[in-house]
């Protein structure tokens, strides 16, 4: 230490100092960082999770819809089937359109419905509009005639259908 003037200790003091600040800025400055990426994947997980979870909802609202759009088409095929053809007319109408539409959404949403959507509402249809749909010499059917019955069961299992997919979309099951 004889060497070493003592003006020099102060400025090595003041080098070790330096150094110690510059490296505990730079972890700072790291620590910083890695935060700032992990709020940022978090932000993009979060963005992720929340546009799978819109998309579901729509989808979600999409197949209740088709629910009551089924029901509805149900009740006008009794009320068309279990009147005689003069009376069903406006019914008959209805019923074309209302199968169009939902054999549209069959289509159209076949990449995410879990079950064969487009030929499960083919053979509703088949029934409903089959055999004697617009044939003047109708005549009216009973409530409990196979065709409604047959259509009735066929409707429910196409409704169960889309409620265990909205429950899936909802973590039900």
Known sequence: MSDLPYGDIPAWIALVASAFTIIQQSRQNNKT??????????SR????????????????????QMIKD???LLALA???????EGIGSPSAIMIKVKSQDLSHRCND???FLEFPASSD??????????????VKSRKALATNSP????ASNK??????????????????Q
């Open 121 to 134: 509402f083919s053979a509703i249809r088949r029934i409903i509009t089959g055999g004697q749909f617009e």
């Open 155 to 172: 409707v429910n299992d196409f409704r169960t259908n889309l409620r265990k997919y909205i429950d899936k979309i909802d973590n039900f």
């Open 109 to 111: 949403y076949r990449s």
């Open 147 to 150: 065709l409604i019955r047959d």
């Open 70 to 72: 089924i029901d509805e």
């Open 78 to 84: 009794v009320d068309y089937w279990t009147q005689s």
């Open 33 to 42: 960082l890695l935060e700032k990426e992990e709020q940022k994947a978090a």
């Open 45 to 64: 997980h979060s963005e992720e999770l929340s546009r799978k979870n819109l998309t579901n909802l729509k989808r979600q609202l999409r197949a209740e």
